[in-house]
C-alpha cells in the first residue's frame, strides 16, 4: 500500500539535531533523528527503515496515499459536533454587582435587574426538554452561574443548583455545577453547592487597585481570609478553587508569586488561569502585554505547575469539535429573559420564553451555530490546525488587540510547548492531560 506524509504533521527543532513531530489529527508526538524527520517532512519515505515507517504509520504520521485526510477530519468534526456529549448552561443571575471595578466590560451597559423567579424556571424546564428530547448523546451537564456578582442572588443561585442536580439525576447524567464570583459573598453553602468556583485575583497592590468596593476600598485581604477559612470545605467537599489571573504589563512579574500564594493556601484542588488583559478603553489603567510577552509568561506557569506536581492540561489536543458556543442547544439565559451564545455575545438575542417554548428555536436564533462548519470557510478548511483551533469564530476577532491575529489560537508558542513537553512527559506522564487516546513516543 503506497503511503504519504500526513498533512496534520507538525515539525519543530530540539536544539540538539533531533526533530519532534507532532500531528494535528491523532495527536501523535515524537522525536526522531534529523534524517527522519527531513525524509517525512519532505515526503521521501523511501529513505526511511520499515520498523521506522511503520511506526510513522501507527502514531499517523503516515497514511494511505489515496486518504484525502480533510475530507476524514470534516466528517469527524461534523460528528463530533452532532455528537458533543456535554450540555453547557450559563445563567446570569443579575449585572448587579457588590464591586465598581474600573475596567468591568458591563460598566457601559450594566443593568441591576436581578433573574426572576420565572427566569430561573425557564433555564431549569429548558435543561429539562434538551435532556428528555435527547437533542445529543449527553453524558454531562455544565451548569454555570455568573454576574454582576451572582452572590447577590445567592438564594436563587443554590435554588437552581440543587433542582438543576435534581433533573440530571433523573435522566441520569453528570452535573458539574460552577460560579464566577468575586469571592467576597463564598460561604459554606456555596462551597458544598459547587464542583468549581472561579475568583480573579493577582497580587494585592493590583488587585486592590482595580478590584475595589464601591467606597473605594480594596477586596485582597478579605478574599483570602475567606479562603483560608473556607479551605476544610473546600477539600471534604472536594470542590475546586479556580484562579483567574488576568495578566498586564504592571502585574505580569507577580503571576508566579501569586500561583505560590494558591498552592499555599491549603486548598488541595485548585486550578490557576492566566489570561491576557484586553486594551479596551476602560483598561486604560492597566497596559496589555503583547502576544510574545504573554506566550513566554504561559510557558512560565507552566513550567510552574510541573514543578509543584498540578497536572498540565494545555495539551494542544486536536478535538475536531466546535466550542461550547457553536455547539447546538448550548445557551446563556441572561437575567432579563434574553439569550446568548456565550459570554463573548454582548448582545443578547431572542427570548428565553420563545426558547422554552420551543428548544428548536436556537437554531433559528443562533442561525450561526446551526450553519458553522470552519471546513466550509475559505481559510479555515484547508488549514492543519483546525482541529485544533475550531475555525474563524467571533470571539477570536477584536478590533482592541492591536496585534490580534485569530490565527494566533494558542495562549503559547507550539515549538516551546512541544519541546517543554518531550523533556517533560517521559519522566512525569501523569502530569500531563492528553485526551482521549493520544499516540505518544518520546
Not at 478579605?222 to 470542590?239: R, W, Y
Not at 426558547?355 to 450561526?368: M, N, P, Q, R, S
Request: aromatic share 10%; proline share 5%; glycine share 8%.
Amino acid at each position: 500500500m503506497p503511503l504519504k506524509s500526513s498533512f496534520y504533521n507538525h515539525y519543530a527543532a530540539t536544539g540538539d539535531g533531533s526533530a519532534i513531530v507532532f500531528n494535528r489529527y491523532w495527536g501523535s508526538v515524537a522525536v526522531f533523528d534529523a534524517a527522519d524527520a527531513s525524509a517525512l517532512e519532505a515526503g521521501t519515505l523511501v529513505r526511511l527503515d520499515a520498523s521506522t515507517l511503520a511506526s510513522m504509520e501507527d502514531a499517523g504520521f503516515v497514511v494511505d496515499a489515496a486518504t484525502n485526510e480533510i475530507d476524514v477530519a470534516h466528517e469527524q468534526y461534523l460528528r463530533r459536533k452532532a455528537t458533543n456529549s456535554v450540555f453547557n448552561l450559563t445563567m446570569e443571575m443579575t449585572q448587579a454587582c457588590n464591586l465598581a471595578c474600573p475596567f468591568c466590560y458591563q460598566n457601559s451597559y450594566r443593568d441591576d435587574t436581578p433573574i426572576t423567579d420565572g427566569g430561573l424556571d425557564n433555564v431549569l424546564r429548558y435543561m429539562t426538554s434538551v435532556l428528555e428530547e435527547q437533542k445529543r448523546p449527553f453524558t454531562d451537564v455544565v451548569f454555570r452561574t455568573i454576574g454582576g456578582e451572582p452572590l447577590m442572588q445567592k438564594a436563587k443561585v443554590l435554588d437552581g443548583v440543587t433542582r438543576g442536580a435534581e433533573i440530571a439525576k433523573r435522566f441520569g447524567v453528570n452535573f458539574h455545577p460552577q460560579i464566577d464570583t468575586n469571592g467576597l459573598l463564598v460561604d459554606e453553602s456555596v462551597v458544598r453547592a459547587m464542583r468549581s468556583i472561579s475568583i480573579t485575583l493577582t497580587n494585592k497592590a493590583d488587585h486592590d487597585k482595580s478590584r475595589i468596593r464601591h467606597n473605594g476600598s480594596g477586596t485582597y485581604d478579605t478574599i483570602l481570609k475567606i479562603l483560608g477559612k473556607l479551605a476544610p470545605v473546600f477539600n471534604d467537599h472536594q470542590t475546586i478553587l479556580s484562579i483567574r489571573y488576568n495578566a498586564n504589563a504592571f502585574n505580569a512579574k507577580y503571576a508566579a508569586e501569586v500561583y505560590k500564594m494558591i498552592k499555599g493556601l491549603g486548598i488541595t484542588h485548585t486550578e490557576f488561569e492566566l489570561h491576557n488583559t484586553v486594551q479596551y478603553g476602560y483598561n486604560a489603567l492597566a497596559g496589555s502585554m503583547s502576544g510574545d510577552d504573554f506566550k513566554r509568561l504561559y510557558m512560565e506557569i507552566i513550567a510552574l505547575k510541573v514543578q509543584h506536581g498540578e497536572v498540565v492540561t494545555d495539551f494542544p489536543r486536536p478535538t475536531f469539535s466546535p466550542c461550547s458556543a457553536y455547539t447546538p442547544f448550548n445557551v446563556k439565559f441572561t437575567a432579563t429573559g434574553q439569550l446568548a451564545a456565550c459570554d463573548a455575545m454582548h448582545t443578547a438575542r431572542g427570548s428565553a420564553d420563545e426558547l422554552v417554548a420551543d428548544i428548536d428555536k436556537h437554531g433559528e436564533i443562533f442561525h450561526e451555530v446551526a450553519s458553522h462548519d470552519p471546513f466550509l470557510h475559505p481559510q479555515c478548511g484547508g488549514c492543519p490546525n483546525v482541529g485544533i483551533c475550531g475555525g474563524m469564530l467571533f470571539c477570536k476577532t477584536n478590533e482592541n488587540v492591536p496585534d490580534n491575529n485569530p490565527c494566533d489560537f494558542l495562549p503559547f508558542d507550539l515549538d516551546e510547548f512541544l519541546r517543554f513537553f518531550v523533556k517533560h512527559y517521559p519522566d512525569n506522564p501523569s502530569l500531563f492531560d492528553l485526551g482521549p487516546e493520544p499516540a505518544v513516543n518520546a
